[in-house]
T-cell receptor, first 114, second 110 residues
Framework: DAMVIQNPRYQVTQFGKPVTLSCSQT?????MYWYQQKSSQAPKLLFH???????NEADTPDNFQSRRPNTSFCFLDIRSPGLGDAAMYLC?????????????FGPGTRLTVL | SQQGEEDPQALSIQEGENATMNCSYK?????LQWYRQNSGRGLVHLIL?????REKHSGRLRVTLDTSKKSSSLLITASRAADTASYFC??????????FGKGTHLIIQP
């Protein structure tokens, strides 16, 4: 059974048109992460939530925002997508915030910007 | 900044052969993890090795860690076509999230 679910799997948007990506988890984990992975590159952390505590990476563009209305759901909002934002967006969870905790990834949402 | 760097970037071997991938990192770590990513999919955790461990096994996987050289290796024995994927090492975690290396793309030829 899927534990980290991302919807949609494929998203096409137009340049400058806001888009929201969704992630849900059935693991009841405290921590949820959003990563951006561009073609043939490593995933790059955008931000994460520890419970309701939001932590933004220093180099994450202001264009990217996130919401976590409850333990199960986390959203990635891209306010004005540019061509450079086309990428795979990966959601992950972990039970604890500790360094030795495994992260569980969803299948990703591939975003295309026209 | 990039923490882990894998090499080789791409590796193609015959089914049944062993595959070895290496990872180097720059700063001190508490642990190092390896993940697999099938094409167009999310990442799957393979194994975690702590900084006080030198070697760890899981099925056909063997991971080594040399903290003096700031390097780790992942060995997949008796490779199968289903092992075709990209493999990433990752450090950090916790409050800072994971920092991934660039990955090794492994192709197993039938």
């Amino acid at each position: 059974d899927a534990m980290v679910i991302q919807n949609p799997r494929y998203q096409v948007t137009q340049f400058g048109k806001p888009v929201t990506l969704s992630c849900s988890q059935t693991l009841n984990h405290n921590v949820m992460y959003w990563y951006q992975q561009k073609s043939s590159q490593a995933p790059k952390l955008l931000f994460h939530y520890y419970d309701k505590d939001f932590n933004n990476e220093a180099d994450t563009p202001d264009n990217f925002q996130s919401r976590r209305p409850n333990t199960s759901f986390c959203f990635l909002d891209i306010r004005s997508p540019g061509l450079g934002d086309a990428a795979m967006y990966l959601c992950a969870t972990s039970r604890r915030r500790g360094a030795a905790d495994t992260q569980y990834f969803g299948p990703g949402t591939r975003l295309t910007v026209l | 900044s990039q923490q882990g760097e894998e090499d080789p970037q791409a590796l193609s071997i015959q089914e049944g052969e062993n595959a070895t991938m290496n990872c180097s990192y720059k700063t001190s770590i508490n642990n190092l993890q390896w993940y697999r990513q099938n094409s167009g999919r999310g990442l799957v955790h393979l194994i975690l090795i702590r900084s006080n461990e030198r070697e760890k096994h899981s099925g056909r996987l063997r991971v080594t860690l040399d903290t003096s050289k700031k390097s780790s290796s992942l060995l997949i024995t008796a490779s199968r076509a289903a092992d075709t994927a990209s493999y990433f090492c990752a450090t950090g975690g916790g409050a800072d999230g994971l920092t991934f290396g660039k990955g090794t793309h492994l192709i197993i030829q039938p």
